[in-house]
């Protein structure tokens, strides 16, 4: 989907398809000189996340392995609940491993933070993050992340995996959803 599919839905685009490929090339460089000695994996949060995680993959240039996860705090609302469910676990076990948490976006924090002390205390040898997105002035929680593509203003943001009520995802860029959509 295009922005010209849905311009009547959208404020303002944020961020271009282009620029976005762009960004997940240049976080795929610096993940290679940090994991080179390495196969990390990655562990992609559905369902915000598979975009990213797909484009990002393809990007790198080193062996990977890559698992899923599903977990929600949103619900059909715009704002995070900081309420973690965890809805499809893991299927691999990451005790000794490397893991590269691939978000779509961090808001809060509340929902990356149980999931970093949720991934640690299964034994991974390391965990770091690597968010296409984060809200600075939204963060409630501090959470290091290693790698950060956009700082975005506080804004209700769809497109490239981001959904209202699971539409949008297919938005090949990210754009700020018009308040006359969910109000």
Excluded: C
């Amino acid at each position: 989907m295009d922005v010209e599919d849905i311009r009547a839905d959208l404020t303002e685009v944020l961020i271009t398809e282009e620029e976005i490929h762009a960004k997940l090339a240049e976080l795929a460089r610096r993940v290679e000189a940090d994991y080179a000695d390495t196969t990390p994996l990655l562990v992609g949060v559905l369902k915000g996340a598979v975009m990213v995680m797909a484009d990002f993959a393809r990007e790198l240039r080193i062996h990977i392995d890559m698992d899923w996860m599903a977990v929600s705090s949103y619900g059909a609302g715009t704002e995070s609940s900081g309420v973690v469910r965890i809805l499809k676990d893991l299927d691999t076990d990451i005790a000794g491993r490397d893991v590269l948490i691939v978000e779509d976006i961090i808001d809060s924090g509340l929902t990356l933070s149980w999931l970093l002390q949720n991934l640690r205390s299964r034994g991974a040898k390391s965990v770091k993050i690597l968010a296409l997105l984060r809200k600075p002035e939204s963060i409630k929680v501090d959470v290091d992340v290693a790698y950060v593509g956009f700082d975005i203003p506080p804004a209700f943001v769809v497109g490239y995996g981001l959904d209202f009520a699971e539409r949008y995802r297919n938005l090949r860029a990210i754009g700020v959803l018009a308040p006359h959509v969910y109000e």
